[in-house]
């Protein structure tokens, strides 16, 4: 038996084809989703990459380990945790990685025999990259049992795709850098502008319309699709396609310009939170299958624990697969097979990097409490109506209190009964360290002679341009 668990880093699921959207940006995803079982409402519990993936492989959310922010210097995740890569290795899998969230925490290097540190001297990481490390692993371990985890970064920021990929998305009749557009004016003006001038729009060019941006958003998944393409070809070659269990699911997704949030992950709001999930195992699971109900990512150990048990009851070559206690994930093999008594009622939310809020979502309602908004500006409760409000536009909250104070008892139980007698991590990193993004912030103002109180009374992206400009020119 083999398993590919592949994490498609800031891919929004309402981007793709097979969950609805009108642009053909991933033929070959939607291939291996009609193929397969996709999971129509798909929740990431714990965003971004850090505690996502975390609660990936250890099927906890972040509640349970303790890891709720990304980014801290507080946050340990101690060794007794069960990690999904030293369960099967100790089930008898091989078991190797390309990625490089070793670069993050130490721990998501556990369990490997194989950790193949995809760092290089960029902050993204393009997929072909990704496909040159992975394949020649393949085809030396192709007569064994492996789990291989890969994680692509494509749709992350910066969005540089290849050129040929834009055309097919944004028309050629356009001037991204038409001085005469002003729509791109609210994110240089944002607060958060400080950080994304450095990581993101120094990087693409002056752009001017935020259309480009989707559009280079929409290349860059154009782009990760053929790079999957390539690797699910390398599978069929090597003839061990039939055999493979393919597990596609995105870490968190992206907002493009919902919410004042511009071309970045934050707020538990749907374009960040909703992801997809598609599995594929010839044989194993039917082809065409769409499970509408509500999962989540922590669902994903469990599921894959299953199918090993499933495939080999006594475990890959003699070795014992054990059960972790205390799972907040539940096996999703009884709705891929048709049960559709099997997903969530409800999916608790969480997010400490950019700002700090918690929120729960059930089959029509959506409630997000946020107790510090960073450079945002958020009320402190907001209850959508997702079944008439998809967008998320019209914040219920005032207007029906009943059912806001309804639904934050029914969160702040929720958040009790998880911690029992243990601390809040979320209330010691606001009081200890404050929001990890935050401080990045600071200490780029900082370095211009800029304060985070001023700045955040008048985000003004000429006055940061100039500081910088003398800063680098030693004037003082």
């Known amino acids: 038996m083999k398993i590919i668990l592949v ?5 929004r699921a309402s981007r793709l084809s097979s969950y609805g959207y009108g642009k053909r940006t991933s033929p070959h995803m939607d291939e291996i989703a009609r193929s397969g079982v996709l999971f129509e409402r798909a929740y990431a519990a714990d965003i971004p990459t850090e505690v996502a993936h975390t609660g990936v492989f250890t099927g906890r959310i972040g509640l349970s380990t303790g890891v709720i922010s990304h980014g801290s210097d507080l946050t340990e995740l101690p060794k007794s945790v069960e990690w999904l890569p030293h369960l099967l290795r100790c089930a008898g899998f091989t078991t190797g990685a390309v990625d490089n969230l070793y670069q993050l925490k130490e721990w998501f290097a556990r369990g490997y025999n194989y950790y193949i540190n995809s760092v290089g001297g960029n902050r993204w990481i393009d997929g072909r990259k990704v496909n040159d490390l992975a394949m020649p692993w393949i085809e030396q371990h192709k007569d064994e049992s492996f789990f291989l985890f890969l994680h692509y970064w494509d749709a992350h920021t910066p969005y540089l795709p290849p050129e040929a990929y834009i055309p097919e998305f944004y028309d050629s009749a356009k001037d991204p850098f038409d001085p005469a557009n002003a729509s791109m004016e609210p994110a240089y003006n944002h607060s958060a502008y400080p950080f994304f001038k450095h990581h993101h729009y120094d990087l693409v060019g002056k752009v001017t319309d935020t ?9 860059e998944i154009r782009y990760l699709d053929d790079c999957l ?9 090597l003839g061990i396609q039939e055999e493979t269990m393919l597990v596609l699911f995105g870490d968190h997704g992206e ?7 511009y071309w970045d992950h934050c707020g538990l709001y749907e374009p960040t939170v909703h992801v997809p999930i598609i599995m594929r195992w010839p044989g194993r699971i039917p082809a065409g299958r769409r499970v509408p109900g509500l999962v989540q990512q922590a669902d994903l150990l469990p599921t894959l624990l299953e199918a ?3 495939e080999a009851p006594m475990g890959i070559a003699g070795g014992q697969l054990a059960e972790p206690q205390g799972l907040d994930g539940r ?7 048709g049960d559709d008594n099997g997903t969530h009622d409800m999916i608790y939310l969480s997010e400490c990097a950019w700002q700090a809020a918690r ?7 959506k409630f997000i409490r946020t107790y510090d908004s960073g450079p945002f500006t958020r009320p402190p409760r907001e209850l959508y109506d997702l079944w008439n409000d998809p967008a998320e536009t019209d914040n219920l909250a005032e207007r029906e209190p009943a059912l806001a104070d309804a639904m934050e008892r029914q969160l702040n139980d929720y958040v009790s009964a ?4 243990r601390p809040d991590p979320m209330q010691e990193q606001l009081e200890l360290r404050g929001l990890p993004f935050r401080r990045r912030i600071e200490q780029i103002l900082s370095a211009v002679g800029l304060t985070w109180e001023g700045w955040r009374r008048n985000p003004d992206r000429n006055v940061f341009d100039q500081a910088t400009a003398k800063e680098q020119h030693g004037v003082k």
């Open 7 to 11: 994490s498609l880093d800031t891919l």
């Open 308 to 310: 090993v048990r499933r």
């Open 255 to 261: 907002s493009l310009t919902e919410h004042d949030i």
């Open 359 to 365: 929120g729960i979502r059930s089959d029509r309602y």
């Open 229 to 237: 393409k390539e690797l699910d070809d390398h599978l069929a070659k």
């Open 331 to 337: 096996s999703l093999w009884p709705v891929i097979e």
């Open 418 to 421: 998880k911690l029992v007698d």
């Open 211 to 219: 259309d480009y941006y989707d559009a280079l958003y929409d290349a």
